[in-house]
């Protein structure tokens, strides 16, 4: 009369047949796929690190033991040993003024035929100038006293300003596109012997933006008319003429243009 088996004891040797295996397999994936730190394979395989918190070593050994022999894959990998190319100095654009510097050789190079000459460049930078324009301007006598003729100044941006064309353009690209404070646009104008106040400053920035409020109407006019935008509201604190030392909050609301796209969108 046959016993029948005993299914218990059959699927807890199952159970951690199954754990050995992931465990070995866990390892070889390590070896595979891992980083260099993590492919070491430790001697003993019922170490608690892969135990999982199962008091199952004893047996797990004995199923690994009692099994086929396991060959590891060693992960090798074949790298040509190539020297690095330097990409050599970055070549500067034609577009910049060169001023040439002539080098000659120290020695005698009288009976000498030249063969050639060596370029190196060099990146040079001088800070931005400061300069004046004086307007002379012939004054005559009319016969018989009869009064003066005198030429005529050319118009300026700024009535009664001293501040040219090209200082004002320059004032407002770096207030607004490099984000330097007056305050320090006029430290540099001090440094540079120009001493300027900043309400004077202020004045010439409220001036130039006004001279520009056509263009920024004509610019509005068209992002308008765009099927598609986007506002990004941004806020800023505002000073009131009304309440002294005190500010309340503001809002830039910008608002580009996507030309081209569908009326859906909207």
């Known amino acids: 009369m046959s016993t ?4 218990k004891a059959l699927y807890e040797q199952s159970q951690l047949r199954l754990l050995a295996l992931e465990q070995q397999l866990a390892q070889l994936q390590k070896v595979i796929f891992g980083s260099k730190q993590e492919r070491f394979i430790p001697a003993d ?22 099994s086929k022999p396991v060959s590891y894959i060693r992960n090798t990998i074949a790298v040509d040993a190539k020297p690095l190319q330097h990409p050599g100095r970055m070549k500067l654009p034609e577009s910049l003024r060169r001023e040439e510097i002539v080098i000659e050789p ?5 009976d000498c035929k030249k063969i050639g000459e060596e370029i190196t460049e060099v990146l040079e930078y001088e800070p931005g100038e400061l300069y004046v324009k004086q307007y002379r301007r012939a004054k005559y006598a009319k016969p018989a006293n009869s009064g003066v003729v005198i030429g005529e100044l050319p118009s300026r941006p700024l009535d009664k300003a001293m501040a040219g064309e090209g200082l004002l353009a320059q004032i407002i690209i770096d207030k607004y596109v490099d984000h330097l ?17 900043y309400s004077t400053l202020t004045d ?47 809002y830039y609301w910008s608002l580009p243009a996507v030309a081209g796209l569908s009326k859906q969108f909207r």
């Open 4 to 7: 029948a088996p005993d299914y």
């Open 204 to 250: 010439w920035v409220s001036g130039t933006c006004n001279l520009i409020a056509p263009l920024f109407e004509a610019l509005k006019t068209e992002v308008l008319q765009s099927n598609y935008l986007h506002a990004d509201e941004t806020p800023i604190k505002v000073m009131d003429k009304d309440k002294k030392g005190e500010t309340h909050r503001g």
């Open 181 to 197: 404070p007056l305050y320090r646009q006029m430290q540099r104008f001090e440094r540079a012997g120009v001493k300027l106040a």
């Open 106 to 110: 120290s020695a005698d190079t009288t």
């Open 45 to 66: 395989l019922s170490s608690p690190q892969l135990s999982l918190g199962m008091q199952v070593e004893p047996v797990a050994t004995s199923l690994i033991t009692s």
